[in-house]
């Protein structure tokens, strides 16, 4: 059976599009766990542009699932972690004028802070994830920092112009997770999935055990409410 992560972050910008108390990521969460929800996300980005610090002590306190907290490796953010201590911790790459995450980390070239990062949380009992591109050397490098799990980038399939392009994309993306698989890497993947390419992707990528989705369950939420889009994502993921 396939896990399913929802991902709250855009509940929160909607909140503070009018700097009000609602609607209430928290809620949201609640009615994602209510249909099905595995485990919730949610990013604490550096310039709080969603989710405030707030938002993850009252979601740790309050759903039954797992608390899946997306993260830099910035010293704030990791101190922040070690403190609230989710079930589990992806670390990502953080750029403060991106619209969302743009890409995977880049483990290779930031070893030394994604080491210390990894040991740190790992010290304090969270489970850690390493958000990298379908890249071979991220993957291998991903091994070398000592993480366990990594969260495949799923953006470039998605978001692929043309059905060759798309082929392509997933073929980078099913090779690179057989790979991680050889390793004994735990396997998750998200970004840029929606229901439209949802069940292409999970029967091309077996060895994923999880993915992680917002934006289209939010949007998909506006029509049918949280629990039934949540209900609806699960039913393609696993058919």
Not at 93 to 100: G, S
Not at 121 to 127: M, R, S, T, V
Not at 143 to 155: K, P, Q, Y
Not at 200 to 221: C, K, Q, S, W
Request: aromatic share 2%.
């Amino acid at each position: 059976m396939i896990r399913l992560g929802v991902n709250v972050d855009h509940v929160a910008t909607i909140r503070q599009a009018r700097g009000t108390v609602y609607p209430d990521p928290l809620a949201a969460a609640l009615e994602a766990t209510a249909g099905g929800a595995d485990q919730i996300t949610i990013h604490l980005r550096e310039d709080r542009r969603h989710i405030r610090d707030a938002d993850v002590a009252r979601m740790k306190a309050a759903i039954a699932v797992p608390l899946n907290l997306e993260m830099s490796v910035s010293e704030e953010i990791v101190s922040i972690a070690c403190r609230e201590r989710p079930a589990a911790a992806t670390l990502v790459p953080e750029r403060r004028a991106e619209l969302t995450t743009e890409g995977g980390l880049d483990v290779a070239g930031k070893m030394a802070e994604v080491r210390a990062a990894i040991r740190r949380l790992f010290d304090a009992g969270i489970e850690v994830s390493l958000f990298i591109d379908p890249d071979l050397r991220q993957v291998e490098a991903a091994g070398e920092a000592g993480a366990r799990r990594v969260e495949l980038h799923t953006g470039a399939c998605c978001d692929a112009k043309g059905s060759s392009a798309a082929e392509r994309e997933l073929d980078r993306l099913a090779r690179a997770a057989g790979a991680a698989k050889g390793m004994g890497f735990r396997l998750a993947a998200g970004h840029g999935i929606n229901y439209e390419n949802a069940a292409t992707i999970a029967r091309a990528l077996p060895e994923v055990e999880e993915y992680n989705i917002g934006h289209a369950i939010v949007a998909r939420a506006l029509f049918v409410g949280m629990k039934e889009a949540v209900r609806e994502m699960r039913r393609l993921l696993n058919p």
